[in-house]
């Protein structure tokens, strides 16, 4: 698994994020370190973000966040002061969204490429184009299978279904959809269909928040591979119950 570390100038701000962080995504959380302020203040200490890279030695790597450009650069230090050799990424992305991002694509086994990528685009699931007109929603159908032996093709199988939650797609619902089409051998996408955004893909915190997701929005699951039925009968089951939160 992919561990972090999280490198701030102010400790109680390091640990708020990955508090937060840590609410997002249920069940096994990657081993997280914090190596923040310096000597009781603010700052950034070199050789204390050294300890904790060593501290996740047994990694299959690490992604490093930062706050401030100097973070960055003391981080660029401890990467010569450091004892272990697992390969470590400095992300440039934003510390709370970027963290929060990354640390749910780890708790489902993303490699460090995913990883450091969900970090970089976490500021994706904020943006909102408003002048994309919206599509009628369909009505919801239930999983399909396609005839299989055609030329060329996966084995694959799609459904859509209304979001029923109050709040439609936010952090922790995101979370509970990533954590679920994580544990399927497919490659799951989600469109949502009422605003004519995606597909994206399932097992990303950025890219299903970036759908927009609101009550009453139809949204559509693809799948291929091997556990294509059943991996979109799951996501269709988990969103028509409310993602938790009914």
């Known amino acids: 698994m992919i561990g972090l570390v999280i490198v701030s100038h102010s400790e109680p701000l390091a640990q708020a994020t990955v508090d937060l962080a840590r609410q997002m995504a249920q069940g096994e959380h990657p081993p997280i370190r914090i190596a923040a302020g310096a000597e009781g ?3 950034t200490d070199a ?10 030695a047994d990694t299959d790597g690490v ?5 401030l450009g100097s973070a960055a650069l003391s981080t660029d230090l401890a990467l010569d002061l450091r004892e272990s050799t697992q390969p470590v990424r400095i992300s440039d992305g934003p510390l709370v969204e970027g963290t929060t991002a990354a640390l ?8 460090l490429d995913e990883v450091a990528a969900e970090a970089a685009n976490a500021l994706a699931a904020k943006r909102r184009d408003e002048d994309e007109p919206a599509a009628a929603p369909p009505e919801p159908e239930a999983p399909t299978a396609p005839d299989e032996a055609a030329a060329g093709s996966q084995p694959e199988a799609s459904a859509e279904v209304e979001l029923i939650n109050p709040l439609g797609i936010h952090s922790r619902p995101a979370a509970v959809l990533a954590r ?3 544990g399927y051998d497919a490659d799951i996408r989600i469109s949502n269909v009422t605003e004519g955004r995606g597909p994206v893909n399932a097992a ?3 890219g299903l928040l970036s759908l927009a997701g609101a009550k009453g ?5 693809e799948a291929t591979g091997p556990d294509h039925l059943v991996a979109v009968e799951e996501l269709r089951r988990t969103i028509a119950d409310g993602l938790g939160e009914v």
């Not at 749910?104 to 490699?111: E, S």
């Not at 929005?217 to 699951?221: F, G, S, T, Y």
């Open 41 to 43: 203040g603010f700052g």
């Open 47 to 56: 050789a204390a973000i050294a300890a904790a890279l060593d501290e996740l």
């Open 63 to 67: 992604l490093v966040m930062t706050d």
């Open 104 to 111: 749910v694509r780890a708790a489902t086994g993303g490699t």
């Open 180 to 182: 679920t089409a994580a």
């Open 204 to 206: 990303s915190l950025v």
């Open 217 to 221: 929005h139809v949204l559509r699951i």
